[in-house]
């Protein structure tokens, strides 16, 4: 399938993003306190429109910027390859098959995930999240303990070396030494995916170093080399990749993201593809749906392009607005790690010389008990994103009648948990609406691969639209590295104290 066929879908197939709780339209009833306070804490729909024009010459400077092999030293670092990137590849794969880089990537992964029973993934910063992103989001939320019949032959999948806690560290090696006993059984075998990033932080260096000195020791003996059970997907330079080739990796064994995609736009680059294949995901399907995003965000008018009216309710409402608090309510629990890494991405590409969103995840409604307070009638710092599936994975659960009914949920008998969630999602829209808080809705269309390839897509794209509105580079370090070099050289033992 082309990236060209993935647009014949169906609308409802579609990422959708609502603005009617954003815009402060006029009231039938003329004026009142209501209609008073929503103009003055929602959009006016002028407003809007007035963007138009801006929004369009964005789209049109993204465009051109892709296209760029030499950019001018005004516009570096750049990196845009993430827009076209997903179709690429697909297209690649159409003409290459095995011998394209996703292809390739493919082949990588399903070797590391038919050699193994478990994978530590060794990853900090937008690798890590984007893996925890995907698995939470794709995966089955006890996959570490379905029985292997029931994974489909995907390992167990554990994740290290994004932070500095000794305990879980020390929790993950007890696990791998009581479960994995044996590399001669094929099911005590266990396996590194190592996702660097530019800088070769030190979460990531230290977690690599005490997991490679556990499988070294566990594969001592031959023919189960060491390497067999390490795939690195690693920037072009660093300490990491100089350690892989002293281990005996070639440098075509080694995964690179591209320059011109990096890692924070790199959901979609081997150092999101490979992880997601390992964990047994329909790696094309998300890709489709990426390209499909991309496409729509090129093509399609304001009023119905989920990207452009997204990032500009997003900068009306941060810089006209003071509305720095941008809340994503994710209505599934499986959407929390989405929540995560889209933080982390708006944080590192937009926070700048003290201004920049302050992106925050709510998930509901188990934290409305905790947070709706604070979100209907604290500070008006806030904009709500409901961030809704369509539809549930499973048949919806009905409430049934039951014998003993002092709970009286007899009444509620041929409702469903999905008809509960829904009742609930209307009644906090409608408190927002009635107190003029400003909430916008994106809808899912299912929590699948092709529906988070568009979503994370339009975050994406959406998050670089909104740079350039504001005037800011998406793509410069992150304020983290400098840390990171702060860190290393106050732990850094001098010979003579040595």
């Known amino acids: 399938m082309s990236p060209r066929d993935s647009l014949m879908q169906l609308p409802d197939e579609f990422v959708e993003f609502q603005t009617a709780g954003l815009l402060a339209m006029p009231l039938a009833e003329g004026w009142s306190p209501l209609a008073e306070l929503r103009a003055a804490h929602l959009l006016s729909p002028d407003r809007v429109e007035a963007l138009r024009p801006q929004l369009t010459n964005v789209r049109m400077q993204l465009a051109s910027e892709r296209e760029m092999a030499d950019p001018p030293a005004r516009l570096r670092p750049i990196e845009v390859g993430f827009i076209d990137y997903p179709g690429k590849l697909l297209d690649g794969f159409r003409r290459k098959a095995e011998a394209s880089d996703l292809g390739k990537m493919l082949a990588a992964a399903t070797r590391l995930r038919s050699d193994t029973?478990?994978?530590?993934?060794?990853?900090?910063?937008?690798?890590?999240?984007?893996?925890?992103?995907?698995?939470?989001?794709?995966?089955?939320?006890?996959?570490?303990?379905?029985?292997?019949?029931?994974?489909?032959?995907?390992?167990?999948?554990?994740?290290?070396?994004?932070?500095?806690?000794?305990?879980?560290?020390?929790?993950?090696?007890?696990?791998?030494?009581?479960?994995?006993?044996?590399?001669?059984?094929?099911?005590?075998?266990?396996?590194?995916?190592?996702?660097?990033?530019?800088?070769?932080?030190?979460?990531?260096?230290?977690?690599?170093?005490?997991?490679?000195?556990?499988?070294?020791?566990?594969?001592?003996?031959?023919?189960?080399?060491?390497?067999?059970?390490?795939?690195?997907?690693?920037?072009?330079?660093?300490?990491?990749?100089?350690?892989?080739?002293?281990?005996?990796?070639?440098?075509?064994?080694?995964?690179?993201?591209?320059?011109?995609?990096?890692?924070?736009?790199?959901?979609?680059?081997?150092?999101?593809?490979?992880?997601?294949?390992?964990?047994?995901?329909?790696?094309?399907?998300?890709?489709?749906?990426?390209?499909?995003?991309?496409?729509r965000f090129f093509e399609d008018p304001l009023e119905?392009?989920?990207?452009?009216?997204?990032?500009?309710?997003?900068?009306?409402?941060?810089?006209?607005?003071?509305?720095?608090?941008?809340?994503?309510a994710v209505w599934s629990a499986k959407l929390a790690g989405l929540g995560r890494w889209y933080e982390a991405l708006v944080s590192e590409s937009l926070c700048r010389n003290g201004r920049g969103p302050v992106a925050s995840t709510q998930v509901l409604s188990r934290d409305l008990f905790g947070q709706s307070q604070a979100l209907l009638e604290g500070p008006r710092t806030q904009v709500v994103y409901h961030l809704r599936p369509k539809a549930s994975r499973h048949a919806p659960i009905l409430m049934g009648m039951e014998d003993r009914n002092e709970d009286e949920l007899n009444g509620m008998s041929r409702r469903s948990i999905p008809d509960m969630t829904q009742a609930t999602v209307q009644a906090f829209q409608r408190m927002q609406t009635e107190a003029a808080r400003p909430f916008g809705e994106l809808s899912l269309p299912a929590i699948d691969a092709h529906g988070i390839g568009q979503l994370m897509q339009m975050l994406m794209l959406a998050t670089a639209v909104e740079a350039k509105l504001i005037g800011v580079n998406p793509f410069l370090p992150s304020s983290a590295d400098g840390m990171q070099k702060a860190v290393q050289k106050t732990l850094r033992i001098k010979p003579e104290s040595a």
């Open 117 to 295: 029973e478990r994978v530590a993934v060794v990853a900090s910063g937008m690798p890590s999240h984007t893996a925890r992103a995907l698995f939470g989001a794709l995966c089955h939320p006890s996959h570490n303990e379905l029985p292997a019949r029931l994974r489909m032959g995907t390992p167990c999948i554990h994740f290290a070396g994004d932070t500095h806690d000794n305990d879980s560290l020390q929790d993950l090696l007890d696990l791998l030494e009581h479960t994995c006993v044996d590399p001669l059984i094929e099911s005590e075998r266990w396996g590194e995916l190592l996702l660097g990033r530019a800088g070769d932080p030190l979460e990531t260096l230290a977690a690599h170093r005490i997991l490679r000195g556990e499988l070294v020791r566990y594969y001592v003996a031959e023919p189960f080399r060491f390497k067999r059970f390490v795939l690195p997907i690693l920037p072009p330079s660093g300490r990491l990749r100089d350690l892989c080739r002293a281990d005996g990796l070639t440098d075509e064994e080694i995964h690179t993201t591209p320059d011109n995609v990096g890692t924070r736009f790199g959901a979609f680059s081997a150092a999101g593809l490979i992880p997601a294949a390992v964990m047994g995901l329909d790696v094309r399907a998300l890709l489709l749906g990426a390209a499909s995003m991309t496409r």
């Open 304 to 328: 119905k392009n989920p990207v452009l009216q997204f990032a500009a309710a997003n900068f009306l409402m941060s810089g006209e607005m003071g509305r720095a608090g941008r809340t994503l």
